[in-house]
């Protein structure tokens, strides 16, 4: 699947806003960090995959009733889930003048009930011409996303069959959707109940 840049401009996946909070002090000092792991590109970029994937737990996976939506809170707390750990990765790439956005999937249980949008980023490298999509989801038994511009290593496939979808567009900013369930969610368990099944 090619992602499909759904801004004209470029510039606008080097934007800061609300949510890719990319100029706030948390985020910088965590690309301090990571640039001690390469100054080139790739190994930056693949230094706040991993950072973001291993070092700050899906709330699912670690039982954290905390919901963050900015970047800076993401990384502070340490936590999130899909679409805010996508986010903090998105600043991340974004503060190192990394042009990066948002891309979703829409998934299923395995019988095709209970369909919900799935969030993971697209990044653009100098002297690449197309967009590499990677998870930050964070790994786990069966789960296995890796950093790669080639061959994508995500979460999960779609399953065609069970009207599984990977959504072509790299968002600039979160859709609204999104921040809705995010912002509007008082703990984990409700934003659970909450989790959009369409952008």
């Known amino acids: 699947m090619e992602p499909i840049q759904q801004h004209p401009e470029i510039s606008a996946y080097l934007a800061a806003d609300e949510a890719i909070d990319h100029e706030h002090p948390v985020v910088r000092e965590t690309v301090a960090a990571l640039t001690h792991e390469g100054d080139d590109a790739y190994t930056y970029a693949r230094a706040a995959f991993t950072y973001v994937r291993d070092t700050i737990p899906h709330s699912a996976d670690s039982g954290d009733p905390r919901v963050t939506w900015r970047a800076s809170d993401v990384l502070a707390t340490r936590n999130g889930i899909c679409y805010a750990k996508s986010i903090a990765l998105t600043a991340l790439l974004r503060a190192r003048a990394i042009p990066a956005g948002l891309c979703y999937q829409r998934l299923t249980d395995d019988d095709g009930t209970n369909p919900v949008v799935h969030g993971l980023v697209a990044l653009r490298l100098p002297g690449h011409d197309r967009w590499a999509r990677v998870d930050p989801r964070g ?45 509007h969610a008082r703990d984990s368990a409700e934003l659970w109940r909450n989790l959009p099944a369409q952008l």
């Open 139 to 183: 790994n786990k038994p069966g789960v296995d996303a890796q950093f790669s511009l080639g061959a994508e290593r995500l979460a999960w496939a779609v399953r065609e069959e069970l009207g599984e979808v990977d959504h072509p567009a790299v968002h600039a900013r979160p859709p609204e959707a999104i921040l809705h369930a995010l912002r």
